[in-house]
């Protein structure tokens, strides 16, 4: 079946514009996850959106960074104002219904890479 | 100081060797530890998961968890080099969400 999918692979922006990423998760999957990829970072959580629940935005770096997500489906972050140290990939994830860790297990999409001049 | 420490490497290997990659962390709440595997340009993909001290092995593939330490490892037998990849230690977050909090990952490049 099909996977989790991000769009646009690569983006290529200047400083001080804002980009919208996307991500759709893998169907029936009701948590979504980003994080940020780095270079020597590694993978920093952003955000996490389970149900209806309200999002968990404890990983967001600053208020430039917002996400939605609609329908419980496809979500959509959003970065303002973009900075230099904004440049990373962004990886989306989703995971079943599931509050235990491994029936939980998160399926990452391929990344958006953003690179801002 | 990071909750999870991983050396990025690079690691070079030739083909058939045995690879030992190697997280620590500081939080003694992780009580599950995975490891992903995530290729060029590819998003990460599970690998491994343990939850209690000791060894699990898949194929060719052990991961070890010493909690008395705070120290993981993954080892790979006979590597091939289609394990050529970046490997990525995380733990979930105790309390809602799973949230993960990975190492910076080890890129490894198994040689012919």
């Known amino acids: 079946g099909a996977g989790v999918s991000q769009s646009p692979s690569n983006k290529v922006t200047e400083k001080g514009k804002d980009v919208e990423l996307r991500c759709d998760p893998i169907?029936?999957?009701?948590?979504l996850y980003w994080y940020r990829q780095s270079l020597g970072q590694g993978l920093e959580f952003l955000i996490y959106f389970q149900g209806n629940s309200a999002p968990d935005k404890s990983g967001l770096p600053s208020d430039r960074f917002s996400a939605e997500r609609t329908g419980g489906s496809v979500s959509t972050l959003t970065i303002q104002r973009t900075q230099q140290e904004d440049s990373a990939v962004y990886l989306c994830?989703?995971?079943?219904?599931?509050?235990?860790?491994?029936?939980?297990?998160?399926?990452f999409g391929p990344g958006t890479r953003l690179l801002v001049l | 100081q990071k909750e999870v420490e991983q050396d990025p490497g690079p690691l070079s290997v030739p083909e058939g060797a045995i690879v030992s990659l190697n997280c620590t962390y500081s939080?003694?709440?992780?009580?599950?530890f995975m490891w992903y595997r995530q290729y060029s340009r590819k998003g990460p993909e599970l690998l491994m998961y343990?939850?209690?001290?000791g060894n699990k092995e898949d194929g060719r593939f052990t991961a070890q968890v010493d909690k008395s330490s705070k120290y993981i490892s993954l080892f790979i037998r006979d590597s091939q080099p289609s394990d050529s990849a970046t490997y990525l230690c995380a733990m979930p977050q105790r309390g809602g969400g799973n949230k993960l909090t990975f190492g910076t990952g080890t890129q490894l490049k198994v040689e012919l």
């Open positions: 994830a989703s995971s079943p219904l599931s509050r235990g860790v491994i029936s939980g297990t998160q399926y």
């Open positions: 939080n003694s709440a992780f009580q599950y």
């Open positions: 343990t939850y209690s001290s």
């Open positions: 169907s029936g999957h009701t948590a």
